[in-house]
Antibody, heavy 116, light 110 residues
Framework: EVQLVESGGGLVQPGGSLRLSCAAS????????MDWVRQAPGKGLEWVAR??????????EYAASLKGRFTISRDDSKNSLYLHLNSLKNEDTAVYYC???????WGPGTLVSVSS | QSVVTQTPSVSAAPGVKVTISCSGG????????VSWYQQFPGTAPKLLIY???QRPSGIPDRFSGSKSGTTATLDITGLQTGDEADYYC???????????FGGGTKVTVL
């Protein structure tokens, strides 16, 4: 059974940083494309970033509005996906989900709250 | 303002058929596969349809998807109270170089 579990969310001040993690199990992690998607309170889904698999050279892609502040990475030896969030703004407050295999499976999400 | 648009809400009685539309452009829906997701309040989205019209294992055949040009459609037949949720469409946008989601459609069962 595929399982994705995000962690690392919490309350952070504007301008701060955070690292989110996504622990994966139940599938061959290195073979799969992984994504981060976020959802602000009461709003719709917003794609954040993608990490392609080994076969695609671990190519990474980002939402244009976020590039430069967020960095996606993965450690296939730990079956883990990461999202580094820098220079956080109030509008980055959202639940952050990781998803595998072109959104076939989703984790329960982790809440990031940016506030002073 | 999303590049892919959905009707914000749909209401219908149990047992009827509901159609949700997702309108995009040539760089997203017009040239890439469309997926549909179901989301209940406080929970993660769940994949309902992928590759325009394919259902993952375990998804009832009451849910069906189709695509024509730059518009994708999700049909829910035999609407049930348990179908009351938000539904999102999504597709890769070749011009933007990223996944785009519709704004979501809230389905209410009367």
């Amino acid at each position: 059974e595929v399982q994705l579990v995000e962690s690392g969310g919490g309350l952070v001040q504007p301008g701060g940083s955070l690292r989110l993690s996504c622990a994966a199990s139940g599938f061959t992690f290195r073979d799969h494309c992984m994504d981060w998607v976020r959802q602000a309170p009461g709003k719709g889904l917003e794609w954040v970033a993608r990490s392609r698999n080994l076969g695609s050279g671990y190519f990474t892609e980002y939402a244009a509005s976020l590039k430069g502040r967020f960095t996606i990475s993965r450690d296939d030896s730990k079956n883990s996906l990461y999202l580094h969030l820098n220079s956080l703004k109030n509008e980055d407050t959202a639940v952050y989900y990781c998803a595998s295999g072109y959104f076939f499976h989703w984790g329960p999400g982790t809440l990031v709250s940016v506030s002073s | 303002q999303s590049v892919v648009t959905q009707t914000p809400s749909v209401s219908a009685a149990p047992g009827v058929k509901v159609t949700i539309s997702c309108s995009g452009g040539s760089s997203n829906i017009g040239s890439n596969f469309v997926s549909w997701y179901q989301q209940f309040p406080g929970t993660a989205p769940k994949l309902l349809i992928y590759s325009n019209d394919q259902r993952p294992s375990g998804i009832p055949d009451r849910f069906s998807g189709s695509k024509s040009g730059t518009t994708a459609t999700l049909d829910i037949t035999g609407l049930q109270t348990g179908d009351e949720a938000d539904y999102y469409c999504g597709a890769w946008d070749t011009s933007l170089g990223g996944e785009v989601f519709g704004g979501g459609t809230k389905v209410t069962v009367l």
